[in-house]
């Protein structure tokens, strides 16, 4: 028999739902197993709750994960930083571990809503929304992250480069937890732009490149991801192909740029039309490529 639910009151705007707060990640587990696929888990509710408020989502019940330790905390181990599924954004923010280690994170995030939002939002809540115009999703995928989930079978990694399936939509089964996110070694230099209708509003497109700079000027390790052209975070792989082993002269930029549209395959919205982001596609990708071979300069 199924958990009780709460009654609707006048003024509610989210459909009726139960409430529990899990003691482990295992409680968790075994909760929404019982509601067979329609329970949701619930952390900072900064991407869920607005759901639930326009009755996007409707689910039976929510479970409620946000005093779980074991799901906090960022743990280093050689060249590899795990952060927990609960590490909010302000932590990522100001976290000197997270800067030494992932120095692109502290960045992204700061783009991400307002002060309100960050103190709320957590790591694990924004990679299981699945959002595509998310930053952290991006970041992840770029950094070549990948998230552990844990439910009724026990363990398993995902790279983050195989977890969605579409717009919100991820391979993780509805009564699995994403508990963690593990990141290996980050590349040295980074760059980050993002193109909004106003200041911290949802991304029209976004745009990431990391890489080493070699002692003899070359680049290595090169990966460029872009988010908001398609429906999820994507590589362009052969735009990172085109400037890999170069100095990031403006002529291998310019071909990187081109390339990028390949991957190409932008939505119209209330924010954008398919066209404009396709034209910004070049843009950026030079945009972010010419500062990330600044930084290397410096």
């Not at 295992?26 to 326009?54: C, F, H, K, T």
């Not at 809503?113 to 595509?132: C, E, F, K, M, Y």
């Not at 930053?135 to 770029?142: S, T």
């Amino acid at each position: 028999m199924r958990p009780g639910r709460f009654a609707e009151e006048p003024g509610v705007k989210p459909a009726p739902f139960g409430y529990h707060r899990a003691a482990s990640v295992a409680d968790a587990v075994s909760l929404l197993s019982v509601y067979e696929g329609s329970a949701r888990v619930i952390a900072g509710g900064q991407s869920l709750m607005p759901m639930l408020n326009m009755r996007l989502l409707r689910p039976d019940a929510l479970v409620d994960v946000n005093g779980l330790r074991e799901l906090a905390g960022i743990r280093p181990s050689g060249e590899t930083t795990t952060l927990g599924a609960l590490v909010r954004y302000t932590e990522i923010e100001r976290s000197p571990l997270i800067a030494e280690r992932l120095g692109l994170l502290p960045g992204m995030v700061r783009h991400v809503g307002d002060r309100q939002v960050r103190n709320r939002g957590t790591i694990g809540g924004s990679l299981a929304h699945g959002d595509p115009t998310g930053e952290l999703p991006l970041a992840c995928l770029v950094l070549g992250a990948a998230v552990m989930v844990t439910g009724p079978a026990g363990r398993r990694q995902v790279p983050v480069a195989e977890l969605y399936q579409g717009p919100y939509a991820t391979v993780i089964e509805p009564d699995e937890v994403l508990t963690e996110v593990v990141f290996p070694r980050s590349p040295r230099h980074f760059a980050f732009a993002e193109q909004c209708r106003r200041h911290n509003d949802f991304a029209v497109i976004s745009v990431v490149a990391v890489g080493d700079r070699e002692p003899d000027g070359t680049w290595s390790g090169v990966r460029i991801g872009l988010g908001g052209i398609a429906d999820q975070p994507v590589l362009a792989g052969d735009a990172a192909a085109a400037v890999s082993g170069s100095r990031l002269p403006d002529e291998s930029i310019n071909d990187a740029a081109e390339a990028a549209l390949e991957v190409a395959d932008p939505p119209s919205d209330v924010r954008a039309s398919a066209e404009y982001r396709r034209h910004l596609v070049p843009v950026y990708v030079r945009r972010v490529l010419t500062a990330l071979r600044s930084a290397g300069a410096e």
